[in-house]
Structures are given as structure tokens and as C-alpha cells.
């Protein structure tokens, strides 16, 4: 059994992720914001978080952490011009600057471990680059950097990895996917002609925190139904 931290577990890709990892035997310490599950049949326990907070206690996690997979993002979708300076610092804060403090506030715990293992999110936006994205693409672009140099700062002992999804049905999309109509016309923008789901992303972040990823290390996984390198 190995002990897993997801910042961001009450919804969407955290929520299905802490499902796979708990159903799996490992023990899932989650954490949420402003969404809380009260399911009583939550598969992990979830505690308050605030990344933006001056100062943050992890003090419920255990002595040692074989794995970290942070999920908060946001999806604000607008033209260039009407992005203020203020939009892009929030952005940074909430996307970066919240995975870095939460990485050096359990990289102690990480190093304890053989297994150590982090997993961060992009989108494929940075890869292919897609109108109104630029605001999200600016902060993901820094991600893919902090995740390479990471994992090159921290080889042998942890690896760190990046998924880079393209939409994906989760809360965070609602409003890009909240009739049939908007569903269908994304799903046929990809090749595989469907939008993601929190299965297909959960499952390759089990994956990357798994000893079966142990000679994967420093890669920006696209999973994101073949449209950031197929033209169909």
C-alpha cells in the first residue's frame, strides 16, 4: 500500500483518481477548497486546502509520501485584449505557484520513499496552440517547464511527470459542454470523435504513479484524443 496526496480530490479528474488509487488498496489523503464531497462513501479522506493561503499545514499527511498529483486549474477562455494583468496573476498563483509551494512542502516525505512519484497537469493547448487560450496556455506552458527541470533536479529518486489533456468532462468544463450540442461539436474536433472523460485521465495518472512507470520520468503525456498530432 502506498500513501497518495491529491491537492484537488473532491471533483472531476482528483475525485476519479482518488477513486482508481483507493480501489487499488492505497491509502488517499485528499484535499479541496471550496468543493467539498460529502458522500459518505468518499474514497478518500479530504481535508481543507487553500494553495493561495501565505502559509499552508500538511500536517495530516504520514511521515513519508510515495506520490503528489496536483489538480487545481481553471478554464477562463478569452481574447487577448480582454485579458487584464490581474487575470494572468490569478492564473500563475492558482496553477504554478500553488503546485510549487505544495511540491517543497512534501518533497521531505517524498524523498523518504523508493517510489516517489509527482504528477502534474498541462493541456494540449500549449502543444497545438488554440484561440483564446492564451491566458491558460501561459500558465501550463510554465508547468511543462517546471515539470522537466524537476525531474531532472530530482533523478534517480523521484520521477515527475505531466498529463496534457484535451477537454475533458469534469465541473471545470461545464460551460464549454453544457448542451448536447456543444458535446457533439467538440467530440468531432478530435480524431477519436468523443471529448475526454475523468476515466481517461485518471487512468494514465495511476499509471504514472505506479511501479509500472518506474523508467518514465520528466514527460509531457498528451491525452487528448489524437488532436495534437492527427489531422483526420
Not at 88 to 100: H, S, W
Given at each position: 500500500?502506498?500513501?497518495y496526496?491529491?491537492?484537488?480530490?473532491?471533483s472531476?479528474?482528483?475525485?476519479?483518481?482518488a477513486?482508481?488509487?483507493?480501489k487499488s488498496?492505497?491509502q488517499?489523503?485528499?484535499?479541496?477548497?471550496?468543493?467539498?464531497?460529502?458522500?459518505?462513501?468518499?474514497?478518500?479522506?479530504l481535508?481543507?486546502?487553500?494553495?493561495?493561503?501565505?502559509?499552508?499545514s500538511?500536517?495530516?499527511l504520514p511521515?513519508?509520501?510515495?506520490?503528489?498529483?496536483?489538480?487545481p486549474?481553471?478554464?477562463?477562455?478569452r481574447?487577448?485584449?480582454?485579458?487584464?494583468?490581474?487575470d494572468?496573476?490569478?492564473?500563475?498563483?492558482?496553477?504554478?505557484?500553488?503546485?510549487?509551494k505544495?511540491?517543497?512542502?512534501?518533497?521531505?516525505?517524498?524523498?523518504?520513499?523508493?517510489?516517489?512519484?509527482?504528477?502534474?497537469?498541462s493541456?494540449?493547448?500549449?502543444?497545438v496552440?488554440?484561440?483564446?487560450h492564451t491566458?491558460?496556455?501561459?500558465?501550463?506552458?510554465?508547468?511543462?517547464?517546471?515539470?522537466?527541470?524537476?525531474?531532472?533536479?530530482?533523478a534517480?529518486?523521484?520521477?515527475?511527470?505531466?498529463?496534457?489533456?484535451?477537454?475533458?468532462?469534469?465541473?471545470l468544463?461545464?460551460?464549454?459542454?453544457?448542451?448536447?450540442?456543444?458535446?457533439?461539436?467538440?467530440?468531432?474536433?478530435?480524431p477519436?470523435?468523443r471529448?475526454?472523460?475523468?476515466?481517461?485521465?485518471?487512468?494514465?495518472?495511476?499509471?504514472?504513479?505506479?511501479?509500472?512507470?518506474?523508467?518514465i520520468?520528466g514527460?509531457?503525456?498528451?491525452?487528448?484524443?489524437?488532436?495534437?498530432?492527427?489531422?483526420?
Open positions: 500500500m502506498s500513501n496526496l491529491i491537492i484537488g480530490a473532491s472531476g479528474i482528483g475525485k476519479k483518481t477513486e482508481f488509487l483507493k488498496g492505497h488517499v489523503f485528499g484535499t479541496y477548497n471550496k468543493t467539498q464531497n460529502t458522500n459518505e462513501d468518499e474514497p478518500s479522506d481535508f481543507h486546502l487553500d494553495v493561495l493561503a501565505n502559509n499552508f500538511l500536517d495530516f511521515d513519508q509520501l510515495d506520490g503528489l498529483i496536483y489538480c486549474g481553471s478554464i477562463n477562455l481574447p487577448f485584449e480582454r485579458l487584464k494583468e490581474e494572468f496573476l490569478n492564473d500563475y498563483k492558482l496553477q504554478v505557484l500553488g503546485a510549487i505544495s511540491i517543497q512542502a512534501v518533497i521531505s516525505r517524498l524523498k523518504k520513499s523508493e517510489i516517489g512519484s509527482i504528477v502534474l497537469f493541456t494540449v493547448a500549449v502543444q496552440g488554440l484561440s483564446f491566458q491558460v496556455s501561459t500558465s501550463k506552458g510554465a508547468i511543462e517547464g517546471l515539470t522537466r527541470a524537476l525531474a531532472a533536479e530530482y534517480p529518486k523521484i520521477r515527475v511527470n505531466c498529463v496534457a489533456p484535451s477537454l475533458t468532462d469534469t465541473p468544463a461545464f460551460s464549454l459542454l453544457n448542451t448536447e450540442q456543444k458535446k457533439e461539436a467538440n467530440a468531432q474536433r478530435h477519436l470523435k471529448i475526454g472523460t475523468t476515466d481517461d485521465i485518471a487512468n494514465i495518472v495511476e499509471f504514472l504513479v505506479s511501479s509500472k512507470a518506474s523508467w520520468t514527460q509531457i503525456i498528451h491525452v487528448d484524443g489524437g488532436i495534437s498530432t492527427l489531422k483526420t
